[in-house]
């Protein structure tokens, strides 16, 4: 049986992702642009959010839906 050792990223894959990851980001800017005319985007550690209100926000999901929330005492849900 012949090991598969250590898999290691190259400069390549690393090129690869970055590219990936630029076009998600013009994709979903794009999106907003169109979907949530006027709202300013808010970039946290792991999303970018465009809010609406002081508690009612939306995200644009790994589907390329825009996906709305909001904000109470006990957490933030889905609307």
Same mark, same amino acid.
């Given at each position: 049986?012949?090991?598969?050792?250590?898999?290691?990223?190259?400069?390549?894959?690393?090129?690869?992702?970055?590219?990936?990851?630029?076009?998600?980001?013009?994709?979903?800017?794009? *999106?907003?642009?169109?979907?949530?005319?006027?709202?300013?985007? *808010?970039?946290? $550690?792991?999303?970018?959010?465009?809010?609406?209100?002081?508690? *009612?926000?939306?995200? *644009?999901?790994?589907?390329?839906?825009?996906?709305?929330?909001?904000?109470?005492?006990?957490? $933030?849900?889905?609307?």
């Amino acid at each position: 049986m012949k090991r598969l050792g250590n898999v290691l990223p190259t400069r390549e894959s690393f090129d690869c992702s970055a590219e990936y990851a630029r076009r998600e980001k013009e994709n979903k800017m794009r *999106i907003a642009k169109k979907e949530l005319k006027g709202l300013e985007p *808010i970039e946290s $550690d792991w999303e970018t959010r465009y809010y609406k209100a002081d508690t *009612i926000y939306a995200v *644009i999901g790994r589907d390329n839906k825009v996906h709305w929330f909001e904000v109470r005492e006990d957490g $933030d849900y889905r609307s």
